[in-house]
């Protein structure tokens, strides 16, 4: 069996969990069958077998709209993709590019869904009318796809909500993963020294982009109240928008001029730094208001460092309340775009609380911690994954 990938991240070039899958996702499905090719956005790829595909320049040279230039590079992607027995694409990104290796040859057409348009509505800040161009080619992809892979139950059942004309036995659930041999306990090599972390003192860690999904303000409004001798480390980086880069900064600045050990790391570190960074927290929290699955809680349980995580998406499929780490909940505004609490304070005062919590009994924190471990390497593997998903290859191939 011939399979290709398609996805707009794959190392070095990830900025999110749908790069991260793609990543270890290919590495197993290698072992299994006779072609794995990847097909991605950016710059060349030495690795054999991963191609990387570009806009075409003339769109890159009028400036063209941002949603314009990824289904520019999804033509590019379907024009390579004539060998394969099946495309596996990843994010509206590059489900265009795999709805139209579908019509071009005959082949299944598999989509992954690490997150949906229409849940994103703060999307139109970043791709103004390039919006309108995200949810056509997800809708398009996704009611004609063989097969749709979906992250978490919690994804699978908006699926079904958002796109009514996908049949139900073309879903199919298949959680994200996380390498145990490799996201473990590391102790600090002098990282945390080298950027200005203390370790003597407690770690609040957050680690995501810069966007309305991840609720990095909230977090910042619930650190006001977390433990003074506690520090807040944030490796945010990717910002969607000028505006919400302009108000993280803003919120950051007045952290820093109200309480020590604020710490911003405005950069994707290297894995191995990741690894270390988690490792040291005392917590790690995701305060999240939309998140299909969020992978990074499984990278911080591997760590064996408690979660701090609001009850949204796919996340209480993942940490679970009281044994892993502390979910927190939320009460999203119906009349909000962004699923943004009703009461943002309510929510912020929630979130100090539960950190608050296992900063004051850190003997319950290294418990939920190792807790976190275990689950992750009993239930989420790689390799079970990837059996999973050839399952669902063979079953679109009949």
Not at 65 to 83: E, P, R
Not at 100 to 109: D, M, Q, V
Not at 113 to 123: A, D, I, Q, V
């Amino acid at each position: 069996m011939k399979v290709a990938l398609l996805s707009r991240e794959y190392p070095p070039e990830v900025y999110g969990g749908a790069g991260v899958h793609v990543e270890y996702l290919a590495r197993e499905l290698r072992r299994l069958l006779d072609q794995v090719t990847v097909h991605c956005f950016g710059n060349p790829r030495s690795e054999p077998g991963v191609y990387a595909h570009s806009a075409d320049p003339r769109l890159v040279d009028a400036k063209a709209n941002a949603a314009l230039l990824t289904l520019s590079t999804d033509l590019a992607m379907a024009a390579m993709l004539g060998a394969a027995d099946i495309v596996h694409s990843h994010t509206w990104y590059a489900n265009f590019g795999g709805h139209l290796s579908k019509l071009l040859y005959g082949i299944p057409h598999v989509v992954t869904t690490h997150s949906l348009e229409p849940l994103r509505p703060w999307k139109a800040e970043q791709l103004g009318g390039g919006y309108a161009l995200s949810l056509f080619a997800e809708k398009t992809a996704l009611e004609a796809a063989d097969a749709i892979i979906a992250v978490s139950q919690g994804m699978a059942q908006d699926v079904a909500r958002c796109y009514p004309a996908v049949q139900p036995n073309r879903i199919h659930v298949v959680h994200n993963g996380i390498d145990p041999e490799e996201y473990r306990p590391t102790p600090d090599d002098g990282l945390l020294a080298r950027y200005g972390i203390d370790p003597t003192r407690p770690i609040v860690l957050f680690v995501g982009r810069i966007t309305r999904q991840k609720g990095l303000p909230y977090l910042l409004r619930a650190a006001q109240d977390v433990r003074p001798a506690a520090q807040l480390v944030l490796l945010a980086s990717a910002a969607d928008t000028p505006e919400i880069a302009a108000e993280v900064e803003a919120g950051i600045a007045r952290l820093q001029e109200a309480r020590s050990g604020v710490v911003w790391i405005r950069r994707m570190v290297p894995k191995s730094e990741l690894i270390r960074l988690l490792t040291a927290a005392s917590v790690f929290v995701c305060p999240s208001i939309y998140e299909p699955m969020g992978i990074v809680n499984l990278e911080a349980m591997a760590c064996e460092t408690a979660v701090v995580a609001t009850r949204t998406g796919g996340i209480p499929e993942v940490v679970v309340d009281g044994e892993t780490g502390v979910l927190v909940p939320i009460d999203p505004d119906p009349t909000d775009p962004y699923g943004a609490p009703r009461d943002a304070g309510a929510f912020a005062s929630a979130l100090a609380a539960a950190i608050n919590t296992l900063l004051d009994n850190p003997e319950q924190a290294v418990e939920l911690g190792r807790n976190g471990r275990r689950r992750a390497i009993e239930k989420f593997s790689w390799t079970a994954i990837a059996n999973r998903t050839v399952e669902i290859y063979r079953s679109v191939l009949g």
